[in-house]
């Protein structure tokens, strides 16, 4: 079997004022992650993060966990139905990131963020 490429990818590390750490649990159906139980919130950068690693992690963890990091909450965010159901789009891909903040009027809270890369 040839060597697997890496592919860019990000995650976000959430901690709490009780220093508690955001983790998921993976569906047990999923072929990915085989064995993993629990994780982070994170996954492949994709075009519409314009390389931004911040923003990737962002997304992900919005989709993976419902937890949208942005700065003006705000309208859609006042809406469980509608967020769930902007993250299922997102994760299916009917909807782009970039676009779905733009037309709530959210921006992402990329200065909150603090990379650490190993």
Do not use: W
């Amino acid at each position: 079997m040839p060597p697997v490429s890496p592919r860019p990818s990000a995650s976000l590390v959430v901690v709490n004022s009780h220093n508690e750490i955001l983790l998921l649990q993976r569906n047990p159906k999923s072929s990915n992650f085989a064995g993993i139980h629990v994780c982070l919130p994170g996954g492949n950068a994709d075009m519409q993060d314009a390389n931004n690693f911040k923003m990737t992690a962002i997304r992900e963890t919005f989709e993976e966990s419902g937890l949208l990091m942005v700065k003006n909450r705000r309208g859609i965010l006042d809406d469980p139905e509608k967020l769930y159901q902007a993250r299922e789009d997102l994760h299916s891909r009917k909807k782009d990131f970039p676009d779905f903040l733009e037309k709530n009027g959210l921006q992402p809270e990329l200065d909150a963020l603090l990379p650490f890369h190993a």
